[in-house]
């Protein structure tokens, strides 16, 4: 799992987005074991502590579940990988339309800009 963390949003939540895009993507699948927290925490470059409040949230969501001596583990619930695969794609094509909103674009020329982009247009 590689850690990529932006100054606009607290850790704790992108550490979240980013465990729910590796089970939205099967990178993590159902009944795996996570690392310890210590040790997620020093390959994500991150307080034990911050690790433990995103580890924590995500089990109060359901995608995780603990075993008290053996550690954590992806909920089956989890594995719902399409759903949370289409919440994934809402929550980032909402942010994408109101940035391209906050720029003064209409929707029509949002369409334009990435029909160009995929076809690779400039």
Known sequence: MEWNFDEN???Y???IEQIKKCIATGELQADEKLPAVR???VTAGVNPNTMQKALSQLENEGYLY?????G???SKQADKSQQLQKELTKQYADAFIENM???GYEKD???KILADYISGSK
């Open 109 to 111: 020329e949002v369409v």
């Open 13 to 15: 939540l992108q550490i």
């Open 101 to 103: 909103k906050s720029l």
């Open 9 to 11: 949003t607290p850790i």
């Open 72 to 74: 954590r583990y992806v």
């Open 66 to 70: 603990s075993i008290r001596t053996s």
């Open 39 to 41: 040790e997620l925490a």
